[in-house]
């Protein structure tokens, strides 16, 4: 009688999980937004994002001439964070950190609303030393990541389309490079066309208060809701991907939030941005909040989010040490 029981709460809880997986499709299919219509962009709105309209200062061209990296990692930064890159450069971007896997890493940089030349020197002379930094002649300022972010697509789809992967990853995060490599191995070979992951944000509305940091007016997106898109702080995309939106990118009109229009451009070539979990879906690997140190934690993560230069060396050989410990 009790083995009976049992059976029927199993049965109960099967029918629960296959109506509560309906409610889920037909409520996707209900809130998502309609495809846009492939209509270009007005030209001087195309203009603002569009890579003909900058000018390159500092290149990094033959970096992937004769290799074909498994991974290319992008880092988005500003004149003024020399210590961001020199953390980066002894820790999950320093060469040679897999055996037998070819991972690159690029600094990307605009340049400030007012010149610094003591700055601006140094920069030059780090890329000299390093051969890691592209900077181009557009403002860096927050509304202007938007057109950081296609730079970056440009780069890719023209310097370095040999490349498996790239990863855009902001400099205040904490990448596992390891375990990023093992899940992009473990992925099938279709990852290696039309790809990207991260922390996918599926249900995400404008903001409509202009005091909010990411008010975006009904006059720019008039739309109640954003397409699938995944979070700026870190995502990783097959390099077909880096041509391909920037194409669909004379068919959306810029916002200034960066991770949303890339969405949008997503959302024109019908890609669907793919959740990176473990454990059915428990396990966020792209972590995007912020966590304590604790060297197991992390290394069943592909990014934690919010280290300064500071704690980012100060953890990093902790982390190394005892990584196969855990």
Known sequence: MRKRSRYKLLEYFAIAGLI???VILVFNSTIRPSLPKKTPAPKELY???SPSTYKF????PELCENISPFLVLVIPVTLKDTEARTAIRRTWGQDGLIPRVTILHLFVIGQPAQRDPVLQEHLEK???EYGDIIQMDFVDSYHNLTIKTMMIMNWIATYCQGAWYAMKIDADIFLNV???VDYLHDQSKSSRKDYITGSVISDAVPHRDSFNKWYISEGLYPDSWYP???SGAAYVFSTDLARKISWASRFVRPIPLEDVYVGLCLHVLGVKPVYAT??????????VRRLKYERCTFAKRII????NPQNLLRIWHDFQKSYFTC
């Open 57 to 60: 200062i500092l290149n990094q």
């Open 20 to 22: 509560t997986f309906v």
């Open 304 to 307: 934690v989010n919010g280290f």
């Open 178 to 180: 390891r375990y990023l």
């Open 126 to 128: 780090e890329s000299k």
């Open 278 to 287: 473990k454990f059915l879906g428990f396990r966020n690997l792209f972590e």
């Open 228 to 230: 699938p898109y995944v």
């Open 47 to 49: 203009n603002v994002i």
